[in-house]
């Protein structure tokens, strides 16, 4: 029999040549391949410190378990079911692991962001077709909580190039505009000229029971994630003209145009301060609003969210307000709400004078000159409320001096007006301007200190109750963190942070030495005292040293 051996050619001897050499080059590749660097593991809680020890405790007791699953969920029943002191323990024990992580672990560099298009849930094109649709009883439950001016709305969309232009200029520290070379201080009163919201009054806060608070929550089926704006809206298409279209009027309001978040929803700690209907005019909204917007644009700068939350649309219209682009006579400024003032057209038309001019930034500041003549505007209407005739020095003739909204309530204040014949009033034939000092006699009236709510018990005379309410030991202090909504008195916000925010900050004793370190992009640290409480708040900033040669 004849054997044939198969002698391999040239070409089939390098082909194995080169998968060979393919083969130990992938070899290689995988031994140089190092591991991803895993930063420092964050320090688990007081719960993970006791699961891990119940579930070995139980696994040993119970060996006819079905596994971890049983285990953990026996765990959990134990955890709930103990008190604060059988939880004292664990918590102790993760809050010493937490500060020493706090003081050995390397500060994180925050992710590089670059922000292209701007991202917001302020919408007022929403809120412009829901005000189409309001009846005249609905339309007039709007004014009486004080919010009249947003049926004047009149523009739909925002110009997000201006918005992101503003936001890159946003001083939150400041609270104020970087803009054509000036820098431009916003305040709560920039908010009611513009928006038309009352700029005085009492501040806004979250307080309410706390088993009404949830019963709203469940009528609105309020989430973790917040409460639907398509629900609001269906709420909203109903002709009930009530103190439930009220609260979704406002919850609407708030979670699409003046205080949306960077969620699709509307947040639900709206619903603290929004128990009792009947008081909504009676809050500082125009303060409520530009501390929202604050806070927002703080935390875009910080890169902490995508989407920028607040009124960005009052940025917008302020900018359109304050800048001129046609010249010193270009903006007259009115007694009503800026917000009437800017349709689409008039923007449209805006927008295109800034392209003309070379784009935002270019026009002249008028900051000043707008709130002057506002001021002055305002000055006339009331002098045109004031009789031509001689005036009279009794008590009898006061109600002339006054205008609506002005006046003093009779149940808070009782006294006349004297005026001596030195400040006698001066008359000016053309203009009948009045000039002259009149004196307020009040009598004594007792209130109660405005901070009742947080804890203070006073009632003092109304001469001395200002002077008692700047230094209240009860007055509001609102959570340093700023995606918190709390506000109290400063032994309820101790007990909120030791409770809600531990592993947010650093506890310390008295006259005990303790390392602290603070990463370069964290702007401040939360101190918090093992033996009252108190909190203090370490901030980072930057001095400049003169040196002398």
């Keep these: 029999m004849l054997t044939w051996d198969m002698v391999p050619s040239e070409n089939d001897s390098m082909m194995g040549k080169r998968k060979l050499e393919e083969l130990i080059a992938l070899e290689g590749k995988k031994k140089k391949k190092k591991k991803k660097q895993v930063a420092t593991p964050r320090p688990a809680c007081s719960w993970v410190y006791f699961s891990r020890e119940f579930i070995r405790e139980y696994s040993a007791s119970h060996p006819e378990s079905s596994g971890l699953k049983a285990a953990t969920k026996a765990a959990s029943d134990a955890w709930k079911s103990m008190s604060l002191e059988e939880k004292a323990k664990y918590t102790k024990r993760s809050r010493e692991v937490w500060d020493n992580y706090l003081t050995t672990a390397p500060a994180r560099a925050p992710k590089p962001r670059k922000q292209t298009n701007l991202v917001t849930r302020c919408s007022p094109g929403r809120l412009f077709n829901v005000l189409q649709r309001l009846t005249p009883d609905q339309k007039a439950a709007v004014r009486s909580m004080g919010f009249g001016s947003l049926l004047g709305l009149r523009c739909r969309t925002l110009r997000r190039s201006l918005c992101l232009w503003l936001l890159e200029r946003f001083n939150t520290a400041r609270r104020s505009l970087e803009i054509c070379g000036e820098r431009i201080p916003l305040s709560p009163k920039d908010v009611e000229l513009v928006m038309g919201l009352a700029a005085s009054g009492k501040d806004v806060v979250n307080s309410g029971p706390d088993d009404l608070i949830v019963e709203l929550r469940n009528s609105y089926n309020a989430t973790n994630h917040g409460i639907s704006v398509r629900l609001l809206e269906e709420r909203l298409a109903a002709p009930e003209a009530g103190e439930e279209f009220k609260r979704s009027f406002i919850l609407y309001a708030l979670g699409t145009v003046l205080c949306p978040t960077a969620r699709l929803d509307v947040s639900p700690s709206f ?168 004196e307020v006699v009040v009598e004594s009236v007792r209130k109660a200190c405005q901070n009742k709510e947080y804890g203070c018990k006073e009632t003092l005379d109304y001469m001395k109750k200002s002077e008692h309410e700047e230094t209240c030991s009860y007055a509001p202090c609102t959570c340093p963190l700023l995606e918190c909504d709390f506000v109290g008195s400063s032994e309820q916000l101790s007990l909120h942070f030791s409770s809600k925010h531990w592993d947010s900050g650093r506890r310390f004793r008295y006259n005990c030495p303790q390392a602290i370190s603070l990463g370069m992009n964290e702007p401040f640290l939360v101190l918090q005292a093992e033996e009252d409480g108190i909190l203090f708040l370490l901030n980072k900033g930057l001095k400049q040293l003169e040196i002398q040669s």
Excluded at 277 to 292: C, E, P, S, V
Aim: include cysteine; glycine fraction near 14%; aromatic fraction near 8%.
């Design 271 to 438: 619903l603290h301060f929004l128990t009792n209907m009947d008081t909504i005019h009676q809050y500082n909204w125009g303060k409520f609003l530009l501390d929202r917007l604050v806070r927002e644009v703080s935390r875009f700068h910080q890169g902490k969210q995508r989407a920028v939350g607040g009124c960005l649309l009052f940025l917008q219209l302020f900018y359109y307000e304050t800048v001129s682009v046609e010249g010193p006579g270009s903006l007259v400024p009115g007694l009503g709400p800026c917000l009437s003032s800017w349709g689409e057209e008039e923007i449209t038309e805006r927008e295109k004078r800034e392209r003309e001019l070379g784009g935002y930034g270019f026009g002249e500041v008028l900051y000043k000159e707008s709130c002057l003549g506002t001021e002055s505007s305002r000055c006339r209407a009331q002098l045109d409320c004031l009789p031509s005739g001689r005036m009279g020095t009794s008590s009898e003739h006061g109600p002339a001096l006054g205008h609506e909204g002005n006046q003093v309530e009779r149940d808070q204040m009782n006294g006349e007006i004297i005026m001596d014949e030195a400040n006698l009033p001066i008359y000016l034939g053309d203009k009948n301007v009045v000039c002259g000092d009149i």
